[in-house]
């Protein structure tokens, strides 16, 4: 089996009637109509004559909703700033506060008490995720959104040394059980996640769910993005997806 990557092969091995997932990363254009493309191929060591649709069956998954990389000028406010890719219209808004901006490609925020904004994602089940999260105060990732305290937010809190998961509505609601965890301000997570899918809500850290919770609330609600309180610019997030 062989699978080809900017005209590179690459030689997996499966065996007859066996599935596999190959997973590619894609750099993305920074314009708004990218198309990304890969194509999988497959042939017979023992008949070359077979094509790739009597050898392989494929299926596509995947696919960001929105990416960005938060590539900009230095001090340029996140609602006016374009992601590398989205849906036609999208646009981050500021849903609690203004206190969101680019800082050395990354997103940071900034300002005393709740900082929001969120983005349409046109999906409300999937992965919400972000990259290199430095740690702040209490910072994290909204989803499933409409109005202010109204979705859910996944947060690290370094006051109360755990990673929490919340509903809002009409306040803090906590679900699920928190995951205790030492952290300082200044602290790199690699990878942060709100994983979605029907009633079930995750929070998963580094590939690994620490949080879970079921909860129907605005379960079709498809506005997703990033948190803050009582940040002083520490907090920052170097890449976020949906997918």
Known sequence: WTTVINDTSHTLAAAANTPFTVTVSVPLSADNNDTDTVTVTATSGTDPTKSDADLLTTTASGAYQIYDTFTDTNGTALASHTPDKKPVGAAWANFVGDGFTIQSNAAACSGANDLGIIIESGVSDGTVSVTNMTIGADNGLLARCTTWQNGFMAEYSVGRQQWELYRLQAGYNAIGTPYAEAHSAGD??????????????????????????????????????????GENGTAKWALFSVA
Do not use: M, P, W
């Open 188 to 229: 790199t997570i690699t990878t942060v996640a709100i994983v979605l899918s029907g009633s079930s809500v995750s929070l998963v850290i580094n590939g690994v769910t620490r949080v879970s919770a079921t909860d129907t609330y605005n379960q079709s609600s498809t506005k997703h993005g990033l948190f803050g309180y």
